[in-house]
């Protein structure tokens, strides 16, 4: 791998805000955070079937789960996270708990849900900063097409009577973050009236991607299968009763397991997104950083960095090769950094092309008034090169060399 220097630390980077240093200091008059903000499994299971009522009996196929919720609070305990971590992980395992056993539930009072047909979802992957997050939000704009937003993928099934409170739910998370470090608003938006990553929709499987992300654990339960048949019964859950459009979904992290997206999702288009690895692979490095960082501080940064170029770059090589051999479905389009940012109406008007959909108008207009109301470094600028994180360019375009050929990625300065 293309490590260079030693990296810097991330008390470095990001002064904690005084909130979180004192809440996080009240540790010490308990004896550790892990006396004041317990994570253990038993109890929240039992407080998660008291919030829902009792425990469903169904379990959306899927016998394992409640094994995999037992390992994941386990290792989520274990691990380094300080007060304000802890208190942010166990919101989220208690809401992904109830919103599983609601899951259940309403599955067993409508077994019709398993019913219902994705056709043709379009899913937006590829590494952080090549446009995944930007190309997701203007696709989203397309009447035509239906994209999660965050409270909905937080919370599928009502939590409450009327008036509905889910929106409300999912802004205390998804706000939450960039009050616990506001740079994080630079890196990665987050609002719970935003399009949404399938990371979010598979919170509650108790083995997506989410969790090993926002926590270093020395185990984890790692069922992609299982994620990939939740998350389609998440989409079956949401599109239950409601017109049905084609679904719009994205994370980077699909480049990782294509046949298993290949197998749940026969008939989807996937939009590729490419740019200069001296550009991706610094980015998701310090994206992933500022994640574990709002949680802990003590992340094992060299582990981060070798651990997400070994997996991207893996990823971005074996697609150039399968791609070119075919032996992946020919449901591709591509979409490079620097043409959807020179001309982003033409960039999806192509990409559009290739899956044989058409750009209306009224979706053009949208995407120039999005972008006029969404300039560039709204929330600050997000600061990050190859040398940051013990990488250098040159290692790091010869390593990902076969993607850059295959594809033409263009090499920026």
């Not at 038993?42 to 919720?69: M, Y």
């Amino acid at each position: 791998m293309a490590q260079n220097k030693a990296i810097r630390p991330m008390a470095d980077r990001y002064p904690r805000p005084n909130w979180v240093r004192r809440v996080n200091a009240m540790a010490t008059a308990v004896g550790g955070a892990r006396r004041l903000i317990p994570l253990d499994a038993d109890e929240i299971f039992a407080q998660g079937v008291e919030a829902v009522g009792g425990e469903p009996k169904g379990d959306l196929g899927d016998p394992g789960w409640r094994s995999r919720f037992d390992q994941l609070v386990h290792a989520l305990d274990l691990s380094s996270m300080h007060v304000v971590g802890r208190l942010l992980t166990r919101e989220e395992i208690l809401r992904s708990l109830r919103t599983r056993l609601l899951l259940h539930r309403a599955w067993d009072e409508d077994p019709g849900m398993g019913d219902e047909r994705i056709r043709e979802p379009v899913i937006v992957t590829g590494p952080a900063r090549s446009g995944t997050t930007i190309l997701f939000e203007l696709l989203a704009l397309d009447p035509k097409l239906r994209a999660p937003l965050a409270w909905e993928a937080l919370h599928p099934v009502s939590i409450g009577d009327s008036p509905d409170l889910r929106p409300l739910a999912g802004e205390c998370e998804q706000d939450l973050w960039a009050d616990v470090q506001p740079e994080f608003a630079a890196i990665h938006e987050l609002r719970s009236d935003l399009p949404v990553e399938c990371v979010t929709l598979t919170t509650a499987c108790f083995c997506g991607p989410h969790w090993p992300m926002v926590a270093q654990m020395e185990t984890y339960p790692d069922d992609p299968a299982q994620m990939y048949a939740f998350h389609r019964r998440i989409l079956q859950t949401l599109q239950r009763g409601r017109e049905p459009k084609t679904w719009l979904l994205k994370t980077p992290g699909h480049l990782l397991t294509l046949d298993l997206l290949f197998e749940t999702y026969p008939d989807a288009w996937i939009v590729q997104t490419h740019r200069d690895p001296a550009k991706t692979f610094p980015s998701t490095i310090s994206t992933t950083a500022m994640v574990q960082w709002i949680r802990t501080n003590e992340i094992d940064l060299p582990l981060l960095a070798s651990a997400i170029q070994g997996a991207f770059g893996f990823a971005l090589n074996n697609v150039a090769e399968r791609r070119q051999e075919g032996s992946v479905p020919d449901r591709f389009v591509d979409v490079h950094f620097r043409q959807l940012m020179a001309d982003p109406v033409e960039a999806i008007r192509r990409a559009y092309a290739g899956m044989e959909r058409s750009l209306d108008p009224e979706h053009a207009d949208r995407i120039l008034a999005y972008l006029a109301d969404k300039p560039k470094g709204k929330f600050g600028v997000h600061r990050y090169s190859a040398e940051d994180w013990g990488l250098t360019v040159e290692g790091l375009r010869t390593h990902l060399a076969r993607y850059i050929d295959f594809f033409g990625v263009e090499l920026e300065s």
